[in-house]
């Protein structure tokens, strides 16, 4: 939750939150953190992107990078890198997508290494390198 707030205040500009409203009141169905790395200021990196159960399949994933993309505080980012694990097909499907859909390149390597860098405790984390935009 901590680290959630500071997501919020911190780096609101690349990050965001996609609400459902109705009479009923309001239901979050999609966030994504991000941030422009500090010393590339042309790369948007992804940390975390979530959609709930309900609301995937239509989309919004994609839309969301979009959204962030598209606003003027990343006028200037001509590249967007995230870390996959191998499993996850939904999520390499979101960013190759994203990849044809602006016509660049995808690029995958590793990045943090399960041994290396987890102590065999969790999945390699691959780097997906979009770009240039
Ligand atoms: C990954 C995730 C964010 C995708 O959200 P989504 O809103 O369903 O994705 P979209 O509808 O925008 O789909 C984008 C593309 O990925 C494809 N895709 C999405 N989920 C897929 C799945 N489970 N299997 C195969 N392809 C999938 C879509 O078909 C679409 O491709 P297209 O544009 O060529 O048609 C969602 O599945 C999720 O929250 N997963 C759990 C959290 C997670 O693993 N996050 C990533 C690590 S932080």
């Not at 459902?20 to 979050?28: A, L």
């Not at 995937?56 to 694990?85: F, K, N």
Request: with cysteine.
């Amino acid at each position: 939750m901590y680290c959630n707030l500071l997501q919020c205040q911190h780096f609101a500009d690349t990050s965001v939150v996609s609400v459902q409203s109705d009479s009923t009141g309001e239901e979050m169905l999609g966030f994504i953190s991000g941030y422009l790395i500090p010393e590339r200021k042309n790369t948007l990196f992804i940390w975390q992107v979530a959609v709930s159960e309900a609301a995937r399949g239509r989309g919004l994933a994609l839309a969301m990078l979009q959204h962030i993309l598209d606003r003027p505080q990343c006028s200037d980012v001509s590249y967007l890198e995230t870390t996959i694990t191998e499993s996850n097909r939904a999520s390499w499907a979101l960013f190759e997508s994203l990849s044809k859909k602006s016509h660049t390149a995808l690029e995958k390597s590793i990045m943090f290494d399960r041994d290396e860098h987890f102590a065999g405790d969790h999945e390699t984390e691959y780097l997906a390198r979009i770009g240039p935009f």
